[in-house]
């Protein structure tokens, strides 16, 4: 019998206020159907963990103070529908820190016994659920990603809602 109790995790680069503002607005102006994300919650996942038992909590903040890698410019400019009408945000371009990124994290939580989704990580921001609405123009939304963050997904009453639960900087470089 086991009571121990899980958290259930995921990392990722949050949208920063500003810019969630901005992306929300604009989602909002297409009036698209579907269940909107809050602005609150739009972020990119970069590793989602799933159930994992709270004393876990050290080895992986751990783990991602090793993380080596430099900040970097993300531009979110076309329009995609993943899965089951999941209207998202996506760069045409991904860019290769955000990518070394990812793949970082995936390495080591690999070496922790996490294994993660076996599908090629496809980064984007996800603005719209249960959507009927199929690609059209995006506007164009960028940001310099100065960090990754530890959330725990939890629900509450009023949907689901991510708490922070580390945050960790990119390297700054000289330009
Ligand atoms: P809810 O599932 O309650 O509607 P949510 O999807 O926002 O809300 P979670 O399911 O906890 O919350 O997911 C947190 C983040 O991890 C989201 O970006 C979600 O798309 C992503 N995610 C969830 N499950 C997986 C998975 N199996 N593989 C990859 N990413 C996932
Ligand atoms: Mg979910």
Redesign the pocket.
Known sequence: MSTEPTL?L?F?VPCPPDQATAIAAWRDRQRLDGRAVAPE?L?L?LA?L?AQPAERLQALRQMADGIECEAFELTLDHLITLGQGFVCLAPTAAPPALLQLAAQLAERLSALGIVL?NRPYLPHL?LM?QSPTQAQAAATFSWRVERFVLYQ?Q?TVDG?RYQELGSWPLAVGEN
């Open positions: 259930r995921f990722a919650n972020h996942t989602f799933g989704d996800t659920r997904s629900n689901v």
